[in-house]
């Protein structure tokens, strides 16, 4: 199972695991779905920083079954940058409910 932690607040994406979702040796689009999406939102946040110079630092890290971004956005670039984890967080919640066994999608607001 991929798991998906984003943090509004922390302005953070973890993502661990394998969707598992393909036979041995096959790709596993689940896994691939999972990629691109943290793949986009680590991409815009860097071009956010380059274009508008609204975030002070990025700092990730990218592994087989891995993947965490951490973003200090200067206090004029939270908006922008909640704006783009938001953005995440929807795109990993429609692929969480297309593949329920597979993903699990959290932002700390488990009750809502």
């Known amino acids: 199972m991929v798991n ?14 394998h969707a598992g979702a393909a036979e041995e040796g096959q790709p596993d689009l689940v896994c691939c779905a999972c990629s691109t999406a943290a793949q986009w939102l680590l991409y815009s946040l860097e071009e956010l920083k ?12 990218m592994d087989k079954g ?3 971004i951490k973003v200090r956005p200067k206090e004029y670039g939270r ?3 909640r704006a783009r984890l938001q953005y995440a967080i929807e795109c990993f919640e429609m692929l969480e ?4 066994d597979k993903i699990h999608m959290n932002t700390g607001k488990e009750d809502e």
């Open 4 to 17: 998906v932690n984003i943090d509004l607040i922390e302005c953070t994406l973890d993502m661990t695991g």
């Open 50 to 61: 380059e274009r508008t110079g609204k975030i002070e630092k990025i700092t990730y890290s």
């Open 66 to 68: 891995e993947m965490h």
């Open 79 to 81: 908006i922008s940058t």
């Open 97 to 100: 409910d297309a593949y329920p």
